[in-house]
């Protein structure tokens, strides 16, 4: 099978993660990757395969699904970003392909201050925008507290590993994983069972929650914090990146407001700062007209943004919005909300994974 395949790859280790993209990018083939890679090995090439064989069956008995890059759940936002895995191993029923998703990162030594800033944020996201994801990495301090309180509020949140799936660490939060998992939410990894959290798997894994994420929000991180990564690969990778801002002598709050300073987040205090820098003002109207069935409008006239995302549609097909960010050279809180007035036009329409067609 396919999985057996990638999975053989995967055990190889013999590729950068660049490089392994490249190489799908290239061939547009898994099976032409792992070609390429096992011509380079010098090993028992029967025994990566039984590794392989073992781990599917592991993943088949405890319920992990394997989904590569080329299969329809795999997370469209991830895709095109250059470095990302060509497989996932996922226990959940989470859509990794909601939305609206948003990361919530920053440091294992959360203060009541951050707590609170969570708490208020993530509530007032659910009313605001009912269908938003919360991504965070299952760790101490905000990952957690930003997953709980997602929990809490009914929303579907998503922990990203830094190891396999036959273990949680830290431990303490294992319940908290369960809980996710046979809720609404999921836990995901790149990382092949038996795989240990070395601290280099953390700083790798940032990448997957800062690339299956519309926007990164840091709530607390000291001067060289781990939230600081991923808010840096999330501006690589084009996306929207948000920081609470906190007291200027406090160790916490350094890396936060030494991003705003910086240029590279834009402050926010609330859930409504976060809407209105998205786009997503209106998406209880737009639900609401889908529900109603939006009609088309003959004569539309459109704003110079939305003819460059109609453009795009027309001359490169049905496309993402991170991808959309590309082919049209705009920031995606401009392609979101281009994206949403044109679907209230009856001009585009919404597919799965965020996906846009044009309406001919």
């Known amino acids: 099978m396919k999985a057996s395949i990638i999975l053989a790859q995967l055990c190889m280790r013999r590729l950068a993660l660049t490089d392994a993209k490249h190489l799908y990018d290239e061939t547009g083939s898994l099976e032409e990757v792992l070609r390429i890679v096992k011509g380079r090995i010098d090993e028992d090439y029967s025994a ?30 991830l895709r095109h970003c250059p470095d990302a895995p060509l497989v996932l191993f996922v226990r959940g029923k989470a859509d990794l392909n909601a939305p609206h998703i948003i990361s919530i990162v920053g440091t294992r030594q959360c203060t009541s201050y951050g707590r609170d800033c969570i708490d208020g944020i993530v509530k007032d996201l659910k009313r605001l925008c009912p269908d938003v994801t919360i991504v965070s990495g299952l760790a101490y301090g905000v990952d ?51 795989t240990r959290p070395e601290a280099r798997n953390f700083l790798q894994r940032n990448r997957i929650i800062a690339g299956m994420s519309d926007a990164t929000i840091v709530v607390e991180s000291s001067y060289k914090g781990g939230g600081l990564v991923t808010a840096r690969l999330a501006q690589d990778y084009g996306r929207d990146v948000m920081a609470i801002p906190g007291p200027i002598h406090a160790p916490l709050s350094e890396g ?79 392609v979101t909300a281009a994206t949403f007035t044109l679907e209230m036009k009856g001009v585009i329409q919404a597919l799965s994974g965020n996906i846009y067609h044009l309406i001919q």
């Open 48 to 77: 990566l395969e039984e590794r392989a064989r073992q781990e599917e069956e592991w993943c088949t008995m405890h319920k992990v699904k394997i989904v590569e890059i080329d299969d329809e759940d795999y997370p469209e936002r």
């Open 144 to 194: 957690i507290n930003a997953h709980r309180m997602a929990m809490d509020q009914d929303m579907s949140t998503i922990g990203v590993v830094a190891h396999g799936q036959d273990m949680i660490y830290p431990a303490l939060h294992r319940a908290d994983a369960n809980k996710m998992v046979l809720g609404n939410g999921a836990v995901l990894t790149e990382y092949l069972t038996t």
């Open 256 to 334: 936060c407001n030494n991003l705003i300073k910086k240029n590279m987040a834009a402050l926010i205090t609330s859930a409504e700062d976060v809407i209105n820098i998205m786009g997503w003002e209106n998406v209880a109207a737009l639900n609401s007209a889908r529900s109603a069935g939006i009609e088309r409008t003959m004569f539309v006239e459109l704003t110079e943004e939305e003819q460059r995302v109609v453009q795009a549609l027309r001359e490169h097909g049905d496309q993402q919005v991170n991808n959309l960010t590309v082919t049209t050279q705009m920031p995606i809180s401009a």
